[in-house]
């Protein structure tokens, strides 16, 4: 008997070796343009669902806000499950409008705004194109109670261009050190067309990581150049463009600043190739 079952099983073997590979499953995109993906978003909130908020942002996205001046974070998980834990029926926005405020390629920095009677929330977001269409990845927001306005930050300008010099010079040096000061530590770095891979992302440690390989063979970079293109400052909140041409390639950086203890530092990070996957 069991001869016979080994025979049994040596005879499917040729068929299994030969048999076609199971083709990879193809993304279903959704939202074909930055905008879609922010009114998607807008659905979610409006409805309460959290499975519309799931096709506006990647599943790694954090939203952000500073509170009595300390940073607050909130994972994708936590805030679907509390939309699936409300026992109260969504509140509608009774007004939205969102801005473009810079778009090059895969990447894109939009402002969106939405008020009720008793509060507006404006928000600062990265939304990149990845290979299941357009995807919020970064959120930070101010709350503005009714009748208010967004805080002025004195010397905000001023300030965030100081760190945005701090960032370039730990590239400059690859300075693991630099790269912690001017960043907050959960600070993602997303990547779209970066050498030939459509999407994806790493953490702050894993950017330093690469930061001090460099460091100990005693390299630095400071022949690429860098430009601050903009600007955006939202009262805690802020946003920044910057470009740089890196081994021949110019790259730009669409970057999430928040002001935690009076100090701003980069909480989210989006880079990439603006020409390539495009005809």
């Not at 903009?230 to 740089?244: S, W």
């Amino acid at each position: 008997m069991t001869r016979l079952l080994t025979l049994l099983f040596l005879a499917t073997l040729p068929a299994c070796a030969h048999s076609p590979a199971m083709p990879a499953p193809t993304p279903v995109r959704q939202h074909a343009t930055p905008e879609e993906a922010v009114q998607a978003y807008f659905r979610a909130s409006d409805t309460g669902s959290s499975q519309t908020l799931r096709s506006a942002f990647h599943p790694s996205a954090l939203m952000l806000h500073v509170d009595q001046g300390a940073l607050r974070a909130v994972t994708q998980l936590e805030w679907w499950q509390r939309l699936d834990a409300s026992t109260s029926p969504a509140q509608p926005a009774t007004e939205r409008h969102l801005k473009v405020l810079d778009r090059e390629g895969p990447l894109a920095l939009v402002e969106a705004v939405s008020r009720w009677p008793s509060h507006t929330f404006d928000d600062l977001m990265l939304v990149v194109e990845t290979p299941e269409g357009w995807r919020i990845v970064g959120k930070a927001f101010e709350r503005i109670g009714a009748g208010g306005q967004l805080a002025t930050v004195p010397d905000a300008d001023a300030d965030i261009r100081a760190v945005l010099a701090g960032k370039i010079e730990a590239h400059a040096a690859y300075s693991p050190a630099l790269l912690h000061q001017t960043h907050t530590p959960g600070c993602p770095y997303y990547r779209v067309h970066v050498k030939g891979v459509p999407f994806d992302w790493v953490s702050l440690s894993e950017a330093a990581a690469g930061y001090a390989d460099h460091q100990s063979r005693g390299e630095t970079d400071r022949e690429s150049p860098w430009r601050v293109l903009a600007v955006e400052v939202r009262g805690n909140i802020a946003a920044a463009k910057l470009d740089v041409l890196f081994e021949g390639v110019r790259y730009i950086d669409h970057l999430l600043l928040v002001r935690e203890h009076g100090a701003w530092r980069i909480a989210a990070a989006t880079w990439g190739d603006p020409k390539a996957g495009r005809p």
